[in-house]
């Protein structure tokens, strides 16, 4: 029974990280547990030009991004930047904090996924850290 789990469980969180976000959850606020997949849907959704859920050098240059942000992203070095390499870079403090930085556009406080579809979003894909 506890080895069934183990490959359930797995399964279970790849498909929460590999769905993207309806527009209807564009105004939940962003928070250390909804910064990262709100991000990864902003990314696949503005530089994916093949439509294929990953976003190659050549898509992450033309959206904007530098190539330093892409191999910072790119966590196993393949050249390709998945939903999941963009949920696991962008769930952490210091990434929230540049958010908070540059996405608040209307200068509220009140920071939603629909912030990262404001002008400002586009500087996200040149992340300095």
Same mark, same amino acid.
């Given at each position: 029974m506890?080895?069934?789990?183990?490959?359930?469980?797995? +399964?279970l969180?790849?498909?929460c #990280?590999?769905?993207?976000?309806?527009?209807a959850?564009?105004d939940? &606020?962003?928070?250390?547990?909804?910064?990262g997949?709100a991000y990864? $849907?902003?990314v +696949?959704?503005?530089?994916?030009?093949?439509k294929d859920?990953s976003?190659?050098?050549?898509?992450?240059?033309?959206?904007g991004?530098?190539?330093k942000?892409f191999?910072l992203?790119? #966590?196993n070095?393949?050249?390709?930047?998945?939903?999941?390499?963009? +949920?696991?870079?962008?769930s952490?403090k210091?990434?929230?904090?540049?958010?908070?930085?540059?996405? $608040?556009f209307?200068?509220?406080?009140k920071?939603? &996924?629909?912030d990262?579809?404001?002008p400002?979003?586009?500087?996200l894909?040149? +992340?300095?850290?």
């Open positions: 506890r080895l069934l789990l183990l490959p359930v469980t797995a +399964i969180l790849t498909a #990280q590999s769905s993207p976000k309806k527009s959850e564009w939940v &606020p962003l928070t250390l547990r909804t910064v997949p990864a $849907d902003y +696949i959704e503005r530089a994916d030009a093949k859920g976003v190659t050098l050549v898509e992450w240059t033309k959206a991004g530098t190539e942000c191999l992203v790119d #966590q070095k393949d050249g390709v930047v998945t939903r999941t390499e963009l +949920i696991r870079f962008s952490n210091k990434f929230l904090d540049l958010t908070r930085r540059y996405t $608040d209307h200068k509220d406080n920071m939603t &996924p629909r990262f579809r404001s400002s979003g586009v500087r894909m040149r +992340i300095e850290f």
